[in-house]
C-alpha cells in the first residue's frame, strides 16, 4: 500500500507571496493533519481534517489554513508569507478514529527569501 | 496545556549494544503516547504507541516503558544497528485530542 505522498517536495518563495501545498492520504485513510517543523520550535500540529470539516487546531495564525477534499486529500495555504514561515511541513494521515495512528509524509521543504 | 520534552538531545551507542531514550511529560491527562524515528530528509516514521492503561508494550527489538506515577516514558531499542541512527521524538496526545505534542528528538548514533 503507497504511504502518505506530499506534492512539492521542495519550495522557494519570498515573503509577502502565497504557497499551496498538497498531501495525498494512504488509500482508506479518512484523517489528515499538517505539522510544521523548525530547528527551532520542532514538530508543531497546525491542524486536522476529517471528512471534509477541520476537526482540530493548533496555535497558528490565521494565514495558515486549510481544506480536505470528498477523496480524503488535504491541501494547506500560508498567505503573506514571512521567513519565519521557512521550515518541513509534514502531513499525517489515519483512518479515521481519534486513537488511530499518523503516518507521515516526506514532508515538502518550504524555503521564504 | 501539554509538553513533552527529552532526557537528552544526543545519544551514542555502540554497535550492537542496548539503547535507551528517555521523555518526560507534563500533562497527567495524556493517555497515549507514541514513538517515531526520523531520518535524515524523511518524515517520521511510526516506531511504537502505548496507551495509559499500559505500562510496557514490546515490537521487534523495541520496548516502550511507561511510568505514570512520575509521567516518564522510555524507548529501548535492542541490539541497536547503523540502521538505527536517526532523530527519535516520543509524543503525547490526551482525550479525544487528535494533535500530537512532540518532544525535541534525541539524536541515537550508532558507532562501529
Known amino acids: 500500500k503507497a504511504g502518505v505522498t506530499q506534492t512539492p517536495r521542495y519550495l522557494i518563495k519570498t515573503r509577502g507571496q502565497q504557497v499551496t501545498l498538497s498531501c495525498s492520504p494512504i488509500?482508506?485513510?479518512?484523517?489528515v493533519s499538517w505539522y510544521q517543523q523548525t530547528p527551532g520550535q520542532g514538530l508543531q500540529f497546525l491542524f486536522e481534517y476529517f471528512s471534509e470539516t477541520q476537526r482540530n487546531k493548533g496555535n497558528f495564525p490565521g494565514r495558515f489554513s486549510g481544506r480536505q477534499f470528498s477523496n480524503s486529500r488535504s491541501e494547506m495555504n500560508v498567505s503573506t508569507l514571512e521567513l519565519g514561515d521557512s521550515a518541513l511541513y509534514l502531513c499525517a494521515s489515519s483512518l479515521y478514529r481519534e486513537t488511530d495512528t499518523q503516518y507521515f509524509g516526506p514532508g515538502t521543504r518550504l524555503t521564504v527569501l | 496545556g501539554e509538553s513533552v520534552g527529552l532526557h537528552l538531545p544526543t545519544l551514542s551507542v555502540q554497535e550492537g549494544d542496548n539503547s535507551i531514550i528517555n521523555c518526560a511529560y507534563s500533562?497527567?491527562?495524556?493517555?497515549?503516547f507514541i514513538w517515531y524515528k526520523q531520518e535524515s530528509g524523511k518524515g517520521p516514521q511510526f516506531i511504537i504507541d502505548i496507551r495509559s492503561n499500559m505500562d510496557k508494550r514490546q515490537g521487534q527489538r523495541v520496548t516502550v516503558l511507561l511510568n505514570k506515577t512520575v509521567k516518564h516514558l522510555s524507548l529501548q531499542i535492542a541490539a541497536t544497528q547503523p540502521g538505527d541512527s536517526a532523530v527519535y521524538f516520543c509524543?503525547?496526545?490526551?482525550?479525544?485530542?487528535?494533535?500530537?505534542?512532540f518532544g525535541s528528538g534525541t539524536q541515537l548514533t550508532v558507532l562501529p
Open positions: 500533562n497527567s491527562a495524556s493517555d497515549y
Open positions: 509524543a503525547g496526545a490526551s482525550g479525544s485530542a487528535r494533535q500530537l505534542t
Open positions: 488509500s482508506g485513510h479518512r484523517s
